[in-house]
């Protein structure tokens, strides 16, 4: 597959969210459960669902099942997160 440039500012958008979403599993010095416990709740949903993300915004991943996780990962942020990513996407401009 040819990853064109707009796709890859999305994926770059998306891999600082996914990257940003880990880090808040460790607050403080110590394992922040509720961080935890959201991401466990969003995965479920996100597999329950059949929710990819990738699919959504034409940028289909190869590896079966990666593509639901980080969704999972991304909506255990919250609505305004995955709201500021996609008004994020609106503004790239497409490269064909």
Known sequence: MCVNFTAMIILALIGEAIWETTKMFWQKGKISIDRIGAVVVCLILAFG??????VIIGVP????????????????????????????????????
Do not use: Q
């Open 49 to 54: 669902a059949n929710l990819d993300m990738f």
């Open 61 to 96: 991943l190869a590896i079966p099942y990666v593509g639901t996780f980080f969704t999972g990962l991304l909506i255990s942020r919250g609505a305004n997160v995955i709201h500021d990513l996609f008004e994020k996407f609106k503004n790239v401009k497409p490269t064909e």
